[in-house]
T-cell receptor, first 114, second 115 residues
């Protein structure tokens, strides 16, 4: 069965530190990849997505992610985090198994210290 | 653009009772999803509708859960009877296209507590 693994459940960083959140998936076919973010008290919202083309994709608020097909990975990065990046981050994989199905990882809670 | 609306926002019931959740997707969105998010886990798809037809309900516990999307617009999810393990946030999401991958827009969720 398809699955998504996020390596860190909780991450604590100081402002201006660099961020990398890991995401690996298990599916051998074509995938579409997403990172969603949930800020405190807000809805889940899209941070960035990859469907095809350049494997390095840029999203909102300075986030980027790199799709490495050989490693089945789609890690999220930001060179310098801000206190306002405190949120929960979910990696999601969309696969076509006769219909498009989205599988979410368990999420990573990021806390940025001011 | 109005977002995905859900009600109620919170619900507390006792086990074996019934409960229903309502979702109104973004206008024009063909696809509607219901997810269950248990504390500490990511959202798990329960059912996906394309217009008013079911695309995927493979993870819906059909002995107690049911969902419908009449007229291809709003949707209701029902649990009857509820169990303690149904305590979770129930998320509704919608997306624009009726086929292919695309961004999902999420509602605020309904937090269900089963005592």
């Amino acid at each position: 069965a398809q699955s998504v693994s996020q390596h860190n459940h909780h991450v604590i960083l100081s402002e201006a530190a660099s961020l990398e959140l890991g995401c690996n998936y298990s599916y051998g076919g074509t995938v579409n990849l997403f990172w969603y973010v949930q800020y405190p008290g807000q809805h889940l919202q899209l941070l960035l997505k990859y469907f095809s083309g350049d494997p390095l994709v840029k999203g909102i608020k300075g986030f980027e992610a790199e799709f490495i097909k050989s490693k089945f990975s789609f890690n999220l990065r930001k060179p310098s985090v801000q206190w306002s990046d405190t949120a929960e981050y979910f990696c999601a994989v969309n696969v076509n198994t006769g219909g498009f199905k989205t599988i979410f990882g368990a999420g990573t809670r990021l806390f940025v210290k001011a | 653009e109005a977002g995905v609306a859900q009600s109620p926002r919170y619900k507390i019931i006792e086990k074996r009772q019934s409960v229903a959740f309502w979702c109104n997707p973004i206008s024009g969105h063909a696809t509607l999803y219901w997810y269950q998010q248990i504390l500490g886990q990511g959202p798990k798809l329960l059912i996906q509708f394309q217009n008013n037809g079911v695309v995927d309900d493979s993870q819906l516990p059909k002995d107690r859960f049911s969902a419908e999307r009449l007229k291809g617009v709003d949707s209701t999810l029902k649990i009857q009877p509820a169990k303690l393990e149904d305590s979770a946030v129930y998320l509704c999401a919608s997306s624009l296209r009726d086929r292919g991958p695309n961004e999902q827009f999420f509602g605020p969720g309904t937090r269900l507590t089963v005592l």
